[in-house]
């Protein structure tokens, strides 16, 4: 579980020298021949600097060539002659999306980099049926899906907190969000897909055809093809929705309300968790966009010193049914143990609500402050060992720390599928843990990284059984303790559908036989 010290202190020392890493490789094995395919696209070989940079902010990988598709042909062809090219020749293949990756997995160094966003163009199709669905390119970004899908009066049930990303991208990880203790994430709601494999083939798969590739895929982290196209199931979209929040003193009041929460019947839509540690005016941050329930107790709160726990919830409404949505958002309240003078609320569009995060994105950009290192760890951890995490982790290491938000909030892993490739802990309820951190210069990023390092080497010595999301490894032992039982099943599948490892490179799982993607040295 433990990322190996030697890598991680060469890494903490060239972002100490330096800040982005950066790796060039010679160019002895790129085929001028990608010049001669037929293609409805193009490929850029000069102008390629964009694909060497991600959100992360970390890495930075040059390709020798962007593929910037026309058409699923394009990637097929281009995959195929890869392909064909053999084992000898050191070239790989990355898909990217919106570029939304944290340490170069979307990147292929001195390979090719497919630019995903190319394939958006008019391909979205929505069937209103009685089994409604949208088919969507593997290029497109969610927020395009969401303004498509509602011209019908639909949307896609399960969401990521972001919708600036492509459905690609989030389906090869898993896609979650305070909606997934009920719909599952992203991954547990796909009715088909189309890959293009690492052979060059294009495949339709589903639950029913070509099974194994359609659950390999999900969550693969890109190792088994190029997602083209997804079938997302809709369901009825509401007009509106009821945004709260409200603040708790205790850790053990403020996970059982949510363990509690997600296991009723009759619950709210969206649940989310953070942890403000450090912060201080909470309250008053929120009256720019929210009303407090009592204003003088709320004006009277004080959260300096304090590490406190967010609870945001929100209940979806129709302008007509307001009264009915007051009735149970009030008979949800009254359960819950928070304190009573933080309630805050608001009433948005479900579009607004569900674009939100985009909204602090164009804040942060006026400010400089959206295109900076985000040294980010994301992690999955047991129910039985949330407590314990807690006390090491927000009442020791991060004791001094206000670097950025940090999520944490249970889901039901009865709403994921086992057959998918992404690996989760095995208990009923578990929990989602982001540390979102933001890091301006190399000292910064140094401190940041050496927190997560304390986060994972105390998981790792204390037994919590935590499972990253969005994985970060460099050798095969810590990728073979990630999987546990599931690594013999991925390798097997890589062979199946990528035998020559020409995809994904950045991800560092498998190594193209005559080339190597090295760590920094």
């Not at 603040?247 to 969206?270: G, N, V, W």
Request: net charge negative; aromatic share 10%; charged share 20%.
């Amino acid at each position: 579980m433990r990322p190996s010290l030697l890598q991680y202190l060469k890494l903490l020392l060239l972002l100490a020298l330096g800040g982005v890493t950066t790796m060039h490789v010679p160019k002895q094995d790129v085929p001028s021949s990608l010049e001669a395919l037929t293609l409805d696209g193009h490929f850029s070989f000069h102008d390629v600097s964009a694909a060497a940079q991600d959100f992360g902010n970390l890495s930075s990988f040059p390709p020798v060539a962007v593929l910037h598709p026309g058409s699923v042909a394009d990637i097929a062809t281009t995959i195929r002659h890869v392909f064909l090219m053999g084992e000898h020749s050191t070239l790989t293949v990355a898909a990217r999306g919106h570029g939304h990756s944290l340490y170069g997995q979307s990147q292929a160094a001195e390979g090719i980099v497919i630019s995903m966003e190319s394939l958006q163009s008019n391909t979205m199709r929505v069937n209103p049926g009685v089994s409604p669905y949208v088919d969507a390119s593997g290029g497109e970004l969610w927020i395009n899906v969401l303004h498509e899908t509602l011209k019908y009066g639909l949307a896609p049930k399960s969401w990521t907190d972001y919708l600036h990303l492509t459905v690609g991208g989030t389906l090869s990880n898993a896609g979650v969000s305070g909606q997934t203790f009920r719909h599952g994430p992203q991954i547990s709601n796909v009715n088909e897909l189309e890959i293009v494999t690492g052979r060059g083939d294009v495949i339709t798969c589903s639950p029913e055809q070509n099974s194994d590739l359609f659950h390999a895929a999900l969550g693969g982290l890109g190792q088994f093809g190029v997602i083209t196209r997804a079938r997302i199931p809709l369901e009825p979209a509401p007009k509106m929705v009821r945004w709260l929040r409200v603040l708790y003193l205790d850790f053990t009041s403020f996970t059982e309300d949510q363990e509690m929460l997600i296991s009723a019947e009759k619950t709210f839509d969206y649940i989310e968790g953070f942890v403000i540690i450090n912060r201080t005016g909470i309250l008053n941050n929120w009256r720019s966009s929210f009303n407090p329930q009592d204003p003088v107790r709320s004006s009277q709160f004080e959260s300096d010193g304090k590490v406190l726990f967010c609870l945001e919830m929100t209940k979806n409404f129709n302008p007509d049914e307001a009264d009915v949505m007051e009735q149970e958002v009030n008979t949800l309240l009254s359960q819950l143990r928070y304190m009573p003078s933080s309630l805050f609320h608001t009433d948005v569009t479900y579009i607004e609500f569900l674009d939100r995060v985009h909204s602090s994105e164009m804040k942060l950009r006026a400010k400089g402050m959206w295109e900076v290192p985000h040294p980010w760890l994301n992690i999955i951890i047991p129910r039985s060992m949330i407590h314990k995490f807690a006390k090491e982790v927000f009442g020791k290491i991060l004791k001094d720390s206000n670097n950025g938000p940090i999520l944490l909030y249970p889901v039901n892993k009865s709403r994921w599928d086992n057959r998918t490739s992404v690996v989760i802990p095995d208990e009923e309820v578990f929990y989602l843990v982001a540390f979102l951190s933001s890091a301006l210069g190399p000292h910064n990023i140094k401190h940041t990284l050496d927190l997560n390092y304390r986060i994972i080497e105390f998981s790792d010595k204390a037994g919590i059984g935590v499972k990253q999301y969005l994985p970060n490894y460099t050798t095969e032992q810590e990728w073979q303790s990630h999987f546990g039982a599931r690594w013999d099943t991925f390798q097997q599948r890589k062979k199946a559908y990528d035998p020559l490892a020409i995809l994904a490179p950045g991800q560092r799982i498998f190594q193209k036989a005559s080339a190597s993607l090295p760590l920094p040295s």
